[in-house]
């Protein structure tokens, strides 16, 4: 069947009570791991600002390092679902061992041990997100893609607005000072988060059924080159924005750094998962019947002027309505391009192209994380450039990367018709 995501229409709908089991199975495993996880990773920062006195420059070390850490992994996780011809279980041994990080959080009381814990986390993204998402494609028609992508990341989503809410409860009943994040509060947030995390191993372990995959099944070359020029020249563009693409965890301390309480951002970054969850599914569903290079540029867009704004807010109330809109940008983009992802590529590369899509992402984030603390609190004796440069950098790298998403005519893989 043509794709309808690079321009044509289809007629044919489908529902969500429709969507595959497989879709279903793997939506309600992001859910709820996006509950525990979610809880713990979004305060974080504020762990280790607050309680641990960890400079911003290390903040973004840690957080670049550990999706970098995941990246290799991603690459091969991908590649290796396509050589057994199966992505079901590999994607199961991710959620585990990011399941089985978590309780080594409580035992950290240095940064390095909150690092560790961070990087085991990230080592189970690395393994599952490649075969996941390739389980995910493998399970719908082309021509429904943007729906069953859009409906996980509209689960996922509701896993994390449902954790950050766990969170706001936990630290409004545990401490009068929502100021700052006690340590005992960090620790009953953590206690609390392991009990979604199984369910959500269970979940996918149960629920989710491998798909044969059509074509050859000898093991793909690893190599870049053989998934094709668009596929190539549409990484190398999401590349450019994804350098200016640095930890959210940034926007967190910016948020505490012009007022906002832990509260006050842990119902920030709940109502912006609110917005990211109501728009995934209908965008995905949108993106089935339009371009989705024009969805992706639209939340470029809007992704470069929201940064941008972060750099110019001078209060608490204009960081947090900026970051509720923030949640427009990942609904628009998040499940459209991983939709994009299979468009581009062959089936039987289906999971390496997922992998190294996932794989280069993960890899650029540390220099991204880096880059923007380094920007805002410097290194030594240099100061940085103070709050508003990472913002300002990430901004304008995004705007760049939407013009050349624009200009670019992709060529989607055979037998799917081109924009």
Do not use: C
């Amino acid at each position: 069947m043509d794709n309808a995501g690079n321009g044509e229409r289809v007629e044919d709908k489908i529902t969500l009570r429709k969507l595959p089991r497989n879709v279903w199975a793997v939506s309600f495993t992001s859910f709820f791991m996006d509950i525990s996880s979610e809880m713990v990773i979004n305060i974080l920062p504020l762990f280790l600002a607050n309680d641990l006195m960890v400079k911003t420059a290390l903040i973004g070390v840690i957080e670049g390092v550990a999706e970098a850490t995941a990246s290799v992994l991603k690459l091969f996780s991908g590649w290796l679902s396509d050589k057994i011809g199966g992505r079901k279980w590999l994607a199961v041994l991710g959620y585990g061992i990011s399941a089985l990080s978590k309780p080594f959080f409580l035992v950290a009381n240095t940064w390095g041990t909150v690092a560790g814990a961070r990087w085991a986390d990230r080592v189970g993204k690395g393994v599952r997100t490649a075969p996941r998402d390739a389980l995910v494609a493998d399970s719908i028609e082309p021509q429904h893609r943007g729906m069953a992508f859009g409906f996980h990341r509209a689960a996922d989503t509701a896993g994390a607005m449902i954790g950050l809410l766990i969170a706001m409860l936990v630290v409004w009943l545990t401490q009068k000072n929502i100021q700052t994040l006690h340590v005992s509060t960090f620790h009953t947030i953590v206690w609390i988060s392991l009990i979604p995390a199984v369910i959500a191993v269970l979940s996918l372990a149960i629920g989710a059924r491998d798909v044969a995959i059509k074509g050859k099944h000898e093991a793909p070359k690893f190599a870049f080159r053989s998934l094709g020029k668009p596929f190539v020249i549409f990484m190398v563009i999401v590349s450019i924005f994804d350098l200016g693409n640095s930890s959210d965890a940034f926007l967190v301390l910016r948020a505490q750094e012009r007022g906002v309480s832990v509260i006050g951002i842990l119902a920030m970054l709940a109502a912006f998962n609110l917005v990211y969850a109501l728009i995934s599914a209908p965008a995905g569903s949108l993106s089935d019947r339009i371009d989705r290079k024009k969805m992706i540029v639209g939340g470029w867009i809007v992704y470069g002027l929201i940064y941008l704004g972060f750099a110019l807010s001078q209060s608490a109330w204009h960081v947090v309505v900026l970051y509720i809109i923030y949640g427009i940008y990942y609904g628009l983009t998040y499940g459209t391009t991983k939709a994009m992802v299979a468009d581009l590529v062959v089936e039987e590369l289906r999971g390496t192209a997922y992998g190294t899509y996932n794989g280069v992402l993960g890899i650029l984030d540390f220099p991204a994380s880096l880059i923007a603390g380094l920007l805002w609190q410097g290194a030594g004796a240099w100061q940085g450039f103070g709050p508003s440069a990472p913002f300002v950098f990430g901004g304008g790298m995004a705007l760049i990367a939407a013009v050349l998403m624009l200009i670019w005519m992709p060529r989607a893989q055979a037998g799917i018709k081109p924009a």
